[in-house]
């Protein structure tokens, strides 16, 4: 840390998703043949009634402050739709905080529910931003290992085993980076872990629509109430809507929580951008938009077939995470020539001109995550580049 910065940032490290965009960015704006494969954003565009709403919006005048919570029509809009992914079952809008962005909703259910010392279990390989925003919380993060076998999740015997034991956990399904999916019954079993031992949940279902099985993927909320006393929920517009630039995220938590965050909010950011409120509220609301989602989940499902099919074909002893949901592929090099995953991205950009995301990242070196949220002929040369470059290095 540098002289003079807060102690509050001795932690603080940059995210190397954003990083490795950034090098792929200059790369490709010095002229170089570089495939980034490393964002982990949709390569659609909004579809075109959220975008129009967030259009009509402004027209309309609405580019003043909204209200710290979130507009009313799209909390309700979030509430309804959220209702009907988990069999009708009653959701309250008042217990929901609208915020610039998932990020800023973990983020604020982080500092309203953990302080000094806490800790808090992120089963891992985990998303970059989780033990950052834990750090900046001053609480303690703990990366859990989840099993090969088991797609890299962890169990609630994995949890027990945590000493001390945890203030919370954060639950990302689908994972990003692995693509895992909980089923239904672990989600539950962890709820009920949850419950009883008295530890915070924070279930990030970002992913949640980008499911490859049947309907949305399994949630905390398809759980009964009993079970949802220490659960936040967080979602958004961002990947299944392709609105990753719109800002809008959400957070659904018991009211004492929603209550404390929507309190921090307000002394931070105060409400989210407000035109992009109508915009994702549309992208709820509107039925002819789930027509749009199901299209664009579609092709990601091709995509992923195209990634795992061509991996298991030229590269049969290659071990990958069997991607369920999100859009993010997830494989060990530490076989092609005893490589480490940082090692593997910088070469593979180096030599071969395609960027991908090291495992350290995200708590194991051993692997490397591809991002599938590209053109299929892009992702198709990249593939090309990678396979050579791994047959390579095994000879």
């Known amino acids: 840390m540098s002289d003079g910065l807060s102690p509050n940032l001795q932690h603080l490290e940059t995210s190397t998703t954003i990083a490795i965009s ?82 800023q909703s973990l983020f604020n259910a982080c500092f309203a529910l953990f302080g000094p010392g806490d800790v808090v279990a992120i089963p891992a390989p985990a998303w970059v931003s989780y033990p950052q925003i834990v750090h900046l919380a001053r609480g303690r993060p703990v990366l859990v290992p989840g099993e090969l076998e088991w797609s890299l999740k962890v169990s609630v015997r994995d949890l027990e085993r945590m000493l001390p034991a945890p203030k919370g956990l954060i639950l990302c399904s689908p994972c990003n980076p692995t693509g895992g999916v909980y089923t239904h019954a672990e989600i539950k079993a962890i709820a009920q872990w949850g419950r009883d031992r008295k530890v915070w949940v924070i279930a990030d279902e970002i992913y949640r629509r980008i499911h490859y099985g049947t309907g949305p993927a399994p949630s905390f909320l398809d759980l009964p109430d009993e079970l949802l006393e220490r659960v936040v929920v967080i979602y958004g517009v961002s990947k299944a809507y392709a609105m990753t630039g719109w800002r809008i995220g959400l957070g659904l938590a018991p009211p004492a929580v929603a209550k404390a965050m929507c309190a921090l909010q307000s002394h931070t950011t105060s409400g989210a951008n407000h035109p992009a409120q109508y915009a994702a509220a549309a992208a709820f609301a509107d039925e002819r938009v789930e027509a749009d989602v199901a299209r664009m989940v579609a092709e990601f499902r091709k995509r992923r077939d195209l990634v795992v099919n061509r991996f298991r074909q030229e590269l049969p002893g290659a071990e990958f995470v069997e991607p369920l949901g999100a859009f993010y592929f997830f494989f060990r090099v530490d076989s092609f020539g005893k490589i480490a995953g940082t090692e593997f991205c910088t070469r593979l950009v180096t030599q071969s001109g395609v960027a991908l995301v090291p495992g350290a990242a995200f708590g194991d070196d051993r692997w490397v995550r591809l991002s599938y949220a590209a053109a299929t002929p892009d992702i198709v040369r990249a593939l090309d580049r990678i396979i050579e470059f791994a047959k390579k290095l095994g000879d």
Not at 85 to 93: E, T
């Open 22 to 103: 950034a090098e792929a960015k200059r790369r490709k704006a010095a002229g170089e043949d570089v495939i980034d494969l490393g964002a982990g954003e949709p390569d659609f565009p909004t579809p075109p009634l959220p975008a129009e709403a967030g259009i009509k919006a402004i027209r309309d005048g609405r580019t003043h402050y909204p209200a710290n919570e979130g507009i009313l029509e799209l909390r309700a809009a979030a509430a309804k739709h959220l209702s009907l992914l988990s069999g009708g079952r009653p959701v309250n809008a008042d217990h929901i905080v609208v915020s610039s962005g998932s990020k």
